[in-house]
């Protein structure tokens, strides 16, 4: 009888799952009219402007806005093109203007960003060190793909900034943060 109550507590701990220890993290998913793109945030280099724009994503800000410039080469943004709203300090640090990196552009002050954001082309060495890059792109690179080859009617402002807006909208139907596990380096 000892043998067989032995042999059922073996079985029940070995039918048991060991308890997971898998880490997470929180992603930013943009739903376009082209596809979805899932950005990493980088919490810990930039967490004040993370957290804001976290904030901005679940409170519905992005839903239905479009990508107003997209400059193929160059970047993609989005936002509320006024820059209004409240303003996050720059947090400048090593993460570099690579294709997929997400930025918060800002006026003439470095700490005067909003709710502008905009998503690399191509690398950009000229904007490292005076942009907060907060995010990198992971999934949907075809999809910013996409978006850079769509036909634009060609602006320029200022002292000759490309402003090209897609002469068909593109839109972000849905923006979400969603909890995934953190990839295996």
């Not at 904007?127 to 990198?136: M, N, R, S």
């Not at 999934?139 to 910013?144: A, C, Q, R, V």
């Amino acid at each position: 009888m000892k043998a067989l109550l032995l042999a059922l507590a073996c079985l029940s701990l070995a039918a048991t799952p060991p308890a997971t220890t898998e880490k997470t993290e929180e992603v930013c998913v943009l739903k376009t009219n082209l596809g979805t793109m899932v950005f990493r945030f980088y919490d810990q280099e930039a967490p004040s402007t993370t957290a804001h724009i976290k904030k901005l994503v679940r409170d519905g800000f992005y839903d239905g806005k479009r990508f107003y410039r997209v400059v193929k080469g160059h970047v993609i943004q989005t936002g509320d093109g006024e820059g209004s709203g409240p303003t996050v300090k720059a947090e400048i640090n090593p993460h570099l203007h690579v294709e997929g990196a997400m930025g918060l552009a800002h006026g003439e002050s470095p700490d005067s960003g909003t709710s502008e954001i905009y998503i690399c082309l191509a690398p950009r060495p000229h904007l490292d060190g005076k942009f907060t890059v907060f995010a990198q792109i992971v999934e949907g690179k075809d999809i910013l793909e996409k978006i850079a080859d769509v036909p634009v009617d060609e602006h320029f402002v200022g002292d000759h900034i490309a402003f090209h807006s897609p002469k068909q909208p593109v839109i972000i139907e849905k923006a979400t943060i969603e909890t995934r596990p953190v990839p295996a380096l």
